[in-house]
């Protein structure tokens, strides 16, 4: 008997994916992803805010200015 949330059986993997280029705006990434809080964005150590940092579309990552 548990009381609250049933502990978690499995655990997911996280996929990494690291860019070199900073003259754009717009990155293409390996994986689809549909909303921004599906993946954590981290700009020089600094974690980025969804919908008002960056926002998703399938593969393209877009930065706000």
């Known amino acids: 008997m548990y009381i609250g949330n049933i502990p978690a059986d499995k655990y997911q ?16 990434l390996n994986y689809p992803v549909s909303s921004p809080q599906d993946i954590r964005l981290v700009i020089n150590n600094v974690p980025q ?17």
């Open 49 to 65: 805010n969804p919908n008002s940092s960056y926002t998703v579309s399938n593969t393209a990552l877009t930065l706000s200015s």
């Open 13 to 28: 993997t996280l996929e990494k994916q690291s860019f070199t280029t900073s003259a754009t705006t717009t990155y293409t």
